[in-house]
């Protein structure tokens, strides 16, 4: 049994919210409502690293998802699972590359939904809550989990996945919770009255120091994103920042790229370069870069590009039917960039 | 600055401005109420951080724990102490070290308890219903992180309560959590074993896991605890100085395609079965809780110790029926041990699947292949100890045993021993019953026939009246027990707690009770004592495995020198008879 206004309510409310004690319920009562308009995403995924579900917020009472655009959505099926335990098939209505949202539609009416609004943002310092699919741990019916925190920053986005930069490089609300987690992205971030502040976003790390950041993409930004989704005007993708990187500045000189798929095999090594110190001899068959099979010479150039400057480069060679790893040292910066 | 140049009036004048300043920024502008709640949430954390117990496994490393009794009994997990042996040092914010000893362990559940030594005014945590936990209450943790408590000041973390009746699969080991808190407090390596606390400063939760990703072994803003209801169930079974383990229904769900919750796989040999479950039933409720999802039937399950008789609701051809089924020990008592021995063997976990949520154990200061021998004893410990195949410490189920019969001598006290007991009565179906016990035989006389047990025959051969399953010699070991106490019943152990009304389970009345079991004259007995000392049930196996002869006893509160006014009996899943007895006095 629960009491409206029991000292530990009243405890909770105070160091939820502080003096701020808005015109909205509790901190229990603000979860409770805005996790009926949470969804529990599930697609593709599963392997490597890569998780097989997110989150997504209901944006209008006709079963409009709002979502990030990630791999999990590249699947045939796509589904949701409302706060009621039941599940959805869900149709991609749309993407913005640009901000990374998808836009999911399921058959449904008079869902609970959160409202849109290109309104102002919420200052630093407002307190918030999160809720999100985070590590899967809820499943059917289960909520989704609630973490609180503080909008710490509002700053333009300088964020990586990989080597390559988002494509986003507006204003994101930094908060100063645990956020940035596996099955986070889509979570909704709300204010104390339950207000929709923003979303998570997709699992980034911050483009200087590489820590991985936990952010809100602010509503004004999502409902745009919707806009121009439904209208069909969101931007074409951002071009990949991964473009090829030839070995040679490794010191690894490869065969004439002649063929369609040239075999990736070394024609000859620079004295003294880094490609000289691990090892690396004429005549081998370069078969992986950095654990990824690569089948020929373009592939190898497009590998090397994939990793970010700095990172260590390994070679895995058949040499003589046998495979030998050299370590290449760390990946140089592409010509031309600073 | 010029030494003793003497304070003018001016100069003190800014002084006194600066004073106002900070008073301003500590308190104006800020609701008085807010300033209240935080006087208030400090002295709730400081009485709560007196309960912390900063647990020191010697080399093995540590972690926390969390006194519950003012004698010095501490909750904590089974991954803390598991390295550390029987003893240990703890210590509290008092700035004191004491000197503890395991009492119980159950290792599924990742629960274990310690006793604290040297005090019998420890402070101690208390019991919320942690059912009554919902997602945003607010909740701190206090423990002791990656061990930081040299000073023995344990580490607060607050956050809120993210989620409610998690289940987390085993993650690598047979450590399972089920119905879980999940918290955005830090929870990190060192706070196993450390006390959740909600506003009130009241126990909810024994952290114990936490999720870990891409950040090493650190918090991740997901925190996992046992609830607090699931320490109360395994606490009697703790103190017994045993080694718990956890039920199972011996029948596995999944869910059809519509969703619902359905019997899959079932055993023969299960209560389950015998009790009428089969495949594809439709499992409702559990324990008195709502299943709805397969989560929620592990959660439920997860929360309850081996042996317990619950309340089963499952739904075929659209008719809800409901039934007592008794759950089943998920392991056999000598792979437990052996787990529990391969553990110790290994106390390092091994690496985690993405996503799972290891538990945040001990910090290792050495390799875990380099155990070092078994140290000597403190001498603390010596006489508290004592090492026996199915406990993790004999000596604390004597000491409970000796409690049980101490109330059970009590309660009996102006009952002459060696007089026969006679009880009389009507049926309540209909004819009259007398019932003659003595130490040298059994009578139960019915309108269907009379039955006679002599008390030095083999009792698994007399299981009398016939269709009883064996309530004659369910009632002779009875005045027995009450007569003689347990050691006179042969081997007699405390068999932990269990509920008095397996069908309030779920219900807010539904006391734990006592439970001592014996093994006599070719039987085994369960016997429930009551807060006063009063048995008010048996279960008697004439075989293992069979079903057991059900007595229910409800006695009249301080009348009828402690007979009961009301004796029930089922076997087999069926009523034998109820028997309502007359006052005493009242018998011819």
Known sequence: MRQGLSLPTLLGIAWLIGAAVAAGGTPQETIADAARKVVKVYGAGGLHGLESYQTGLLVSPDGRILTVMSTVLDADDIDCVLDDGSRHRATLVGVDPRR??????????????????????????????????????????????????????????????????????????????????????????????????????????????GIWLNYALPADELARGCREIASGTASAPAPADAAPLDPRLLGAVLVPDLLDRTPPFVESVVPGSAAARAGLRPDDLVIAVDGRSVASRAAVQQALGGLAAGDPVRFTVMRDRTVVDCDLGPRPRSPGKP | MAPSRPLSLLSLVPLAAAALVATAGRGEGVDRAVLDAQRERVETIRRAAATAVAIFAGDSGGGSGVLISRDGYAATNFHVVQPAGPAMRCGLSDGRLYDAVLVGIDPTGDLALVKLLGRDDFPCATFADSDDVVPGDFCFAAGNPFLLATDLQPSISAGIVSGTHRYQFPAGTILEYTDCLQVDAAINPGNSGGGLFDAAGRLIGVNGRASFEKRGRVNVGAGYAISANQVRNFLGCLRGGRICDHATLGATVSSDAAGRVVVSEILESSDAWRRGLRYDDEIVALAGRPVRTVNAFKNVLGTLPAGWQVPLAYRRDGRRHELLVRLAAVHAPADLAAIVAGEQRQPERRQQPRGAAPAPDELPRQPATDQPEVPPLPEAVTGLYEPRSGFANHHFNTVERDRVAKAIAAARADRAADTPWVLTGRLEGGGEFRIELSDTQGLVDLPTGTSVVEAAADLDRNPLPPGSGGMLPALLLWRRLVTRGPADLGRTTYWGTAPRDPAALGTAACPLVDVLEAAVAGVEARFSIDENGDVCGIDLWTAPDADPCEVRLAPTAGGQGGMPARIEVRHGGRPFGLFLVDPPGAAP
């Open chain 1, 100 to 209: 990374e949202l998808a836009l999911l539609s399921i058959a449904g009416q008079d869902l609970p939904a959160f409202v849109l609004t290109e309104e102002a943002r919420v200052p630093t310092g407002t307190r918030i809550l999160a809720l999100s699919n985070l590590f899967g741990v809820a499943v059917g019916d289960e909520r989704v989990s609630a973490q609180r925190g503080v909008v710490a920053a509002i700053v333009p986005l300088e964020a990586r996945r990989g080597a390559a930069q988002a494509p986003y490089k507006g204003d994101v609300y930094v908060l100063d919770c645990t956020t940035n987690n596996p099955g986070s992205p889509g979570g909704a971030v709300v204010d104390a009255s339950g207000r929709l502040v923003g979303m998570l976003g997709k699992e980034l790390r911050a483009s200087a120091g």
